[in-house]
């Protein structure tokens, strides 16, 4: 069945240092691709998404381009922030109705001034 | 706007107990989901809703869980006769529609805990 892999955590950065989580997946067909990110005591929210293969998804400084040669989206941000600390989870979908998300287990992000 | 909200957002509860967990879908929504995050499990699908079509229960993990949505609006997920291992935080999602590119928003959740 469809899977998808991230980095295990913790990862631990000074501000502005560069970020990189990976993350990889196994499907059948075009899923389309998302990053959640869970801050402290807050629930889940998108961070950003890519539908189709080289679409690159963006938000708040972070980056991540669906790679389908390599099955992998990996989330990028080239200047962290404490505020940037959470966790932060690589989710499909497969493009069909009612699938749900599937997340890889998350991956948490500790950044220190 | 109002997003989803999930009530009670904690609930301690005996083992052996039924419990019943609440979900309010952002107005509009027709698909909803429920998923349980876990420390050993991560977080898992357990049930989706879509408009009035019979609901896909293919990640309900027993029988002693069970769904319903009335209306095509507000949802409970019950569990009937709660083990140790229930213990979760359960999460509710709301999308627009069904179709698998689109955002699912998610409320804030209902921490379980069984003593």
């Known amino acids: 069945g469809d899977s998808v892999t991230q980095m295990e955590g913790p990862v631990t950065l000074s501000e502005e240092a560069c970020l990189t989580i990976?993350?990889?997946?196994?499907?059948?067909?075009?899923?389309?691709l998302f990053w959640y990110v869970q801050y402290p005591g807050e629930g889940l929210q998108l961070l950003l998404k890519a539908t189709k293969a080289d679409d690159k998804g963006s938000n708040k400084g972070f980056e991540a381009t669906y790679r389908k040669e390599t099955t992998s989206f990996h989330l990028e941000k080239g200047s962290v922030q404490v505020s940037d600390s959470a966790v932060y989870f690589c989710?499909?979908?497969?493009?069909?109705?009612?699938?749900?998300?599937?997340f890889g287990k998350g991956t948490t992000l500790s950044v220190s001034s | 706007g109002a997003g989803v909200s999930q009530s009670p957002s904690n609930k301690v509860t005996e083992k052996g107990k039924d419990v019943e967990l609440r979900c309010d879908p952002i107005?509009?929504?027709?698909?909803l989901y429920w998923y349980r995050q876990s420390l050993g499990q991560g977080l898992e699908f357990l049930i989706y809703?879509?408009?009035?079509?019979?609901?896909?229960k293919s990640g309900l993990p027993s029988d002693r869980f069970s769904a319903e949505r009335t209306g095509g609006s507000v949802s409970t997920l019950t569990i009937q006769r709660t083990q140790q291992e229930d213990s979760a935080v359960y999460l509710c999602?709301?999308?627009?529609?069904?179709?698998?590119?689109?955002?699912?928003?998610f409320g804030p959740g209902t921490r379980l805990t069984v003593t």
């Open positions: 809703f879509q408009g009035n079509s019979a609901p896909d």
């Open positions: 990976n993350c990889t997946y196994t499907a059948t067909g075009y899923p389309s």
């Open positions: 989710a499909l979908s497969a493009n069909q109705a009612g699938t749900a998300l599937i």
């Open positions: 107005s509009g929504h027709t698909a």
């Open positions: 999602a709301s999308r627009i529609g069904g179709g698998g590119r689109g955002e699912q928003y």
